[in-house]
């Protein structure tokens, strides 16, 4: 039996299963910070209106894909343009809640 790389490829050089997923597409989200607010509230939103967010100016931002935690970074501008940076990717299911907790805490 042949190992298999980070790549899908195996060391013999045959193409694994992983190959049929690699073109799958993901939605990445980019999640600035989040606010709880009565619906009252947001009826009362209009032009103009600034919602504040639980995070401070250079604090890490959360990068998910598909809803799913999977990293931390930095927001970054390019060209006009806004990206992220990533200072943290996150692994594992128990590494998200980790995550996830430290900046709940933060």
């Known amino acids: 039996m042949s190992e ?35 619906i009252s509230q947001i009826l009362k939103l209009g032009r103009g209106a600034v919602v504040e967010l639980d995070r401070t100016v250079g604090e890490d931002i959360e990068l998910h894909a598909n809803n799913q935690l999977i990293a931390m970074g930095e927001v970054v501008v390019t060209d006009d343009r806004l990206g992220v940076s990533i200072s943290n990717v996150i692994k594992s299911p128990s590494s998200r809640r980790q995550a996830l907790l430290q900046s709940d805490s933060d």
């Open 4 to 38: 298999e790389s980070d790549h899908g490829y195996k060391s013999d050089g045959t193409v694994s299963e992983m190959e049929a997923v690699l073109d799958v597409k993901l939605e990445v989200t980019a999640v600035l910070g989040t606010a709880e607010m009565p």
